[in-house]
């Protein structure tokens, strides 16, 4: 697929994710009964009718020397003709306004090797999660008014959590999110180089949908993708 066909996918996953919410809301579901695992429902269904995607559901785990089984998980994977599909999503309510979660899955999204491997993030905001009509999320807010693609750098520190550094500004990980992604980046050192493009913002009355494109400075070689017989969350 190229840019533009990447584009109207986004487009086209955000705005089912936000119309999908708002239906819900319409029919007297409370925003607090909303889980972001709900999430796979309208992006599933969005994928099953179009015939272009072959969908295997969940996929966990790079077969990568020193991954620990559940270390990375790619919430959703379908395969096209030629292109494979990962897309990871994320419910920015006001309880788990998470920076270093979104952080994790754009690091996750990195690691594909394939030039027509697509990576999107999907990002749906209720109404707790906005600010006047914007993600209240400081790193995606930085990505937002880029306007362009945004090069994020992950610094190793032996003991320390890597620190993530964009053409803005630098994000601190804490231990715990930090080890996850420090052992990712010592396995594939280039997962630590990437970019980080806004492609879409869809809304549908109080509910926002935000889609990333996620694509590696570095492309070397390839790794495989396996689906382990028990799944572990990364998140």
């Not at 599909?85 to 306004?97: A, D, G, T």
């Not at 009509?133 to 362009?148: C, P, V």
């Amino acid at each position: 697929m190229d840019r533009s066909e990447i584009i109207n996918l986004g487009k086209s996953l955000g705005a089912t994710t936000a119309s999908w919410l708002a239906e819900r809301a319409r029919s007297g579901f409370d925003e607090s009964l909303l889980s972001e695992a709900l999430l796979v429902i309208p992006l599933f269904e969005f994928l099953r009718r179009d015939p272009r995607w072959r969908i295997s559901g969940e996929w966990c785990e790079w077969k990568l020397a020193g991954l620990n089984r559940g270390d990375v998980n790619i919430d959703l994977y379908a395969e096209g003709k030629a292109e494979k599909l990962f897309l990871e999503f994320k419910l920015l309510k006001e309880k788990n306004l998470n920076d270093q979660r979104l952080i994790k899955d754009m690091v996750k999204l990195a690691l594909p090797k394939r030039p027509e491997d697509i990576r999107l993030l999907v990002v749906a905001h209720p109404p707790s999660g906005q600010t006047k009509q914007l993600s209240k999320s400081t790193l995606l807010r930085e990505i937002d008014a880029a306007g362009k693609p945004i090069k994020f750098h992950l610094t190793r520190r032996d003991g320390v959590a890597p620190l993530v550094n964009s053409d803005r500004r630098t994000h601190a990980l804490s231990d715990k999110d930090g080890r996850h992604v420090d052992r990712i980046i010592r396995c594939d050192p280039d997962a630590a180089k990437f970019v980080v493009e806004h492609i879409a913002s869809e809304r549908d009355s109080e509910f926002l949908a935000s889609v990333y494109s996620i694509s590696r400075t570095i492309v070397r070689g390839s790794a495989t993708l396996v689906s382990p017989s028990h799944i572990e969350n990364f998140t």
